[in-house]
Nanobody, 121 residues
């Protein structure tokens, strides 16, 4: 299984970025997908998760109303649209995958290598 993130970069506060994660080596349409982030000196934290059908989605309180997770099963890709970015969103962002039916916020089996997002204030 391989998960490859892209789309990170440097953006000013208030700006937007869209992260992508392409998966291979798994039956993508049956997997739950998630985004996590880890800032220097901090533990990795859940950002957003989406079930295989896209019907169930969860967000961390810190990103609700600003971030949107979506998936395209035909392209084996999960996205994270990030708007109204803040300096505190600066982190390495990771995508992750797991088989259902465990909760969206934990228990992921496969992880990408991460992509850096830096928000300048």
């Amino acid at each position: 299984v391989q998960l490859v993130e892209s789309g990170g970069g440097l953006v000013q506060a208030g700006g937007s970025l869209r992260l992508s994660c392409v998966a291979s080596g798994l039956m993508f349409s049956t997997y739950t997908l998630g985004w996590f982030r880890q800032a220097p000196g901090k533990e990795r934290e859940f950002v957003a998760g989406i079930t295989w059908s896209g019907r169930n989605i969860e967000y961390a309180d810190s990103v609700k109303g600003r971030f949107t997770i979506s998936r395209d099963n035909a392209k084996n890709t999960v996205y994270l649209q990030m708007n109204s970015l803040k300096a505190e969103d600066t982190s390495v962002y990771y995508c992750a995958a797991k088989k259902p039916p465990v909760p969206l916020g934990s228990g992921y089996d496969y992880w990408g290598q991460g992509t850096q997002v830096t928000v300048s204030s």
